[in-house]
């Protein structure tokens, strides 16, 4: 069966290369295409070497059904160079980059895709992607997922034909545009192979609200420790999940991270989907603590609970994982330190421009286009305001210190408009 046809894929990061490895084992060509840049120029550079060659390396053996190689015939460096005919589109780019993306292809490119797959969305991608299409002409199937199956960076550090994935999630969801089409069931069978459930969901915006970040990162980042941490000069190393003063974490900050899954769990009622069961999210998709300590009849029953106990249960969830709880203690009786992710300050890019770190680069855009979305579904959303009113507040802050030294658009208050334009009007077109 050859449901997908030929596929290529967009973007030149470590989620391309473990993706192209996946789907090689489908009939049909495999090509990849770039933007023009140093660290894509980098990537092609060793595939030239490769002669296409690329490689998946896995951390674990319980992953190494993700392991392989495959050769990428076709390479196109810059979008506006992509020829041929193409079936299915996997963007593994970031989400604020689809319709930069997408304005590169040439319209007859464009035109051939029967297919449209966001590796990477967040809320609204899909409606995006499905307007932009629309509006040129083209009615593609668009399959949002969840988030990326794995935890994949590059094997040497810098781009190359080598990828390390370091961890898969045991399931991932995903929605089309048309329902259980074969194209997605055959994605999921693709899944099955490696080990990751891909749970099918009714709708693409299902699919997208089922991003643990989008729940977790603006309480975690948009907040006076975090954002310090992110833009102070030389600040000393704090930690993203920790409690405070090593972190972030307090009680009134897990009361901020869950008044904004109410107000997100509203925006997707609004747009007719489901809401989820946080903390049942956070212990079954993401990672799981003892009965001992948070009791499973709690879990089910967490979206009854008075706002005061939601709080107390999420806040013991950070507090059980400060460790690994499923580790092997040392003989000192102590466990993994699981949470010593440090937060990453502000850093020169390879262009030698002051840049913002993914996280909260990334949760900026999100939780922006869900502030516009909930605007334009008259959704009240006052904790996601203030959050986004913090963020705006260092980031202006942070540009003002640097002076005239050169730094990256992420510096910029931004309203993303273009994007939210589309969003809504291919919320309107779906309706
Ligand atoms: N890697 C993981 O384990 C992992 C896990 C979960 C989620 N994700 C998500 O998956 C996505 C891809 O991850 P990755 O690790 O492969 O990231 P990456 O190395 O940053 O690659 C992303 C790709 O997007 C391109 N890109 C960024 N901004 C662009 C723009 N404005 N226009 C055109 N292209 C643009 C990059 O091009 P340049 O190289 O030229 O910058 C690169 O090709 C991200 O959204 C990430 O958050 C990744």
Redesign the pocket.
């Known amino acids: 069966m050859d449901e997908l046809g030929n596929i290529l894929i967009a ?6 290369v473990q993706s192209a490895v996946l789907l090689a084992s489908l009939p049909g060509a495999l090509g990849i295409a ?2 023009e ?1 140093e ?2 120029a980098a990537f092609f550079a060793a595939l030239d070497s490769t002669a296409g060659t690329v490689r998946a390396e896995v951390q674990n053996a319980s992953h190494a059904a993700l392991a392989g190689r495959c050769r990428i015939e076709q390479r196109f460096r810059g979008y506006g160079s992509v020829a041929g005919s193409w079936d299915t589109l996997i963007l ?6 689809y319709l ?2 997408l304005r590169q292809l040439a319209s007859e490119v464009l035109a051939g895709f029967q297919r449209i797959v966001l ?2 969305p967040t809320l609204g991608s899909g409606a995006l992607v499905r307007e932009y299409a629309r509006a040129q002409g083209t009615d593609p199937e668009v399959i949002s997922f969840s ?2 199956l ?4 590059w094997a040497q550090g810098t781009p190359g034909a080598s990828v390390l994935t370091a961890g898969a999630k045991a399931r991932i969801y995903a929605g089309s545009s048309r329902g259980e089409s074969p194209a997605l069931q055959r994605l999921r069978a693709v899944h099955e192979t490696v080990g990751t459930e891909l749970n099918i969901l009714p709708l693409p915006v299902e699919a997208e609200a089922r991003n643990l970040s989008l729940y977790v990162h603006p309480a975690l980042f948009m907040n006076e420790v975090t954002l310090r941490a992110v833009f102070a000069a030389a600040p000393p190393t704090q930690y993203v999940y920790k409690l405070y003063p090593e972190g972030p974490i307090t009680p009134s900050m897990i009361h901020t991270l869950v008044q904004q899954w109410r107000e997100l769990s509203a925006i997707l009622t609004a747009l007719g989907g489901k809401g989820v069961n946080l903390l049942s999210f956070m212990l079954h998709d993401g990672y799981p603590v003892h009965p001992q300590s948070i009791d499973p009849a709690h879990v089910a029953a967490f979206e009854q609970l008075p706002a005061i106990h939601q709080e107390y249960l999420i806040y013991v969830r950070y507090a059980s994982l400060l460790v690994d709880p499923f580790s092997e203690p040392s003989a000192d009786g102590r466990y993994f330190d699981f949470s010593a992710i440090p937060i990453r300050p502000i850093f020169r890019n390879d262009s030698g421009h002051w840049d913002v770190p ?1 996280m909260p680069k ?1 949760d900026y855009y999100r939780t922006k286009i869900i502030q516009g979305l909930a605007r334009h579904l008259a959704v009240p959303c006052p904790t996601i305001d203030h959050l986004l009113d913090a963020y705006e507040g260092a980031l202006t802050q942070a540009a003002q210190a640097l002076g005239d030294q050169p730094r990256s658009a992420a510096f910029s208050v931004q309203d993303f408009a273009e994007d939210l334009g589309m969003i809504r009007a291919g919320i309107g077109s779906a309706a």
Not at 11 to 16: D, I, K, S
Not at 92 to 97: E, H, L, P, S
């Open positions: 973007g030149t990061g470590p989620v391309a770039g933007r840049s660290r894509s593994t780019v970031t989400a604020d980059a930069p993306v590796l990477s988030s990326y794995g935890d994949t960076r993914r990334e």
